[in-house]
């Protein structure tokens, strides 16, 4: 039914493979020079060249940065909503945002960080644990 090809034409994998280990080839020999003529800075792959806003996830990138900008959830930030004026007169207290992943928990912290002069810690339930909340409890 279907003709049986015996000869295997080359993909693309050995190739990236090839400059991959070309790539480390040149960093390691740079990194050489470099410790030879007594330099700190060794470049590797994931050298950013001080552009830190290249390496920023695209969430972050377009996250919205004030509440005009905010999208959804506009029983919690509409112009006459108890959070939206605490946030403009700065008086807003302490705050736990909970709700499932993409309501914009995250959007609205940042938010609240960059327009008030309150004292901001950021944690991550994930990643945190107790004694990271009690440190923060503490400076607080």
């Known amino acids: 039914m279907f003709s049986q090809n015996t000869q295997r034409t080359p993909g693309i994998i050995p190739w990236v493979l090839f ?4 790539k480390i080839k040149h960093i390691k020999r740079e990194a050489k020079s470099n ?3 007594g ?13 830190e806003y290249a390496a920023k996830p695209l ?18 930030v509409s112009p006459n909503s108890l959070l ?3 946030i403009s007169m700065d008086r807003l207290g302490s705050c736990i945002f909970w709700g499932p992943p993409g309501c914009g928990k995250t959007t609205l912290a940042h ?5 008030t002069n309150g004292n901001f810690v950021k944690l991550n339930a994930v990643q945190s644990g107790v004694a990271d909340v009690k440190k923060a409890v503490e400076e607080a």
């Open 111 to 115: 938010i609240i960080a960059s327009t």
């Open 35 to 37: 410790k030879k003529k």
């Open 84 to 86: 939206r004026r605490a």
């Open 19 to 22: 400059f991959v280990l070309l």
């Open 39 to 51: 330099s700190k800075k060794i470049m590797d792959l994931f050298d950013l060249n001080n552009n």
């Open 59 to 76: 969430a972050e990138k377009m996250r919205a940065s004030n509440l005009d900008d905010f999208i959804g959830q506009k029983h919690i």
